[in-house]
C-alpha cells in the first residue's frame, strides 16, 4: 500500500473462510470474544483463582483430614482426569461447533458451560460449612466430599482447554 494514500491503492484485505455448514465470515468483522489473547488472558485468571498455588493450603485448612499426600494424590487424580477427557473435550466443542449456525458460538456455548461447572465446583468446596449438620468437622464425608469437588473441576478444565484451543486456532 502506498504511503500517500493514493487512489490507486488497493482495498484492505478482508481474510474470509468456509467453516463447514457456515455462511462465508469476515475475521475482521469477528466479536472479541472471539480474540485468542482476550481468551487465554481470561481463562488464565479464572484457572488462578480456582486452581491457584493456594488450593493446597485451601484444601488442608477445609478438612483437617486432607495430610500433604493426600492432596497430591488428588491432584494426581485431577490431573489424570484432565488427560484423559481432554480429547472426549475438544470432540464435544468440534460437535457443537458444527451443529452450530454462526463460527465460534458452538465452542462458546461449551466453553461457557464447562467454565461454569468448573466455577460451580470450586463453589462446592464451602458447602460442608454451611452444612455442619450433614458433614461433620472431621468426617470422612468432607474428604471424599473435597475430592468429588476436584474431580468435577478436573472435567471441566479437560472441557475448557481444548475448547479454547479450538476458539483460537480455527
Known sequence: MHSNGSPTDPPPLT???KYG???EVSRRSSSIAFRPRLLYSTIFVWSTLTCGKFTAPLLQQLSPRFSESMIGMTFALQYA???CLAGWGGSLSDTQE???SSWGWGRLKVLSLALSLGTLAFLGHGLPEWL???FPKDGTMVLVWHISMRCIYAVSLGIVAPCLDGLALA
Open 132 to 134: 455442619n449438620t450433614v
Open 98 to 100: 458444527r451443529t452450530s
Open 15 to 17: 481474510l474470509t473462510a
Open 21 to 23: 455448514n457456515h455462511n
Open 81 to 83: 482426569i484432565v488427560a
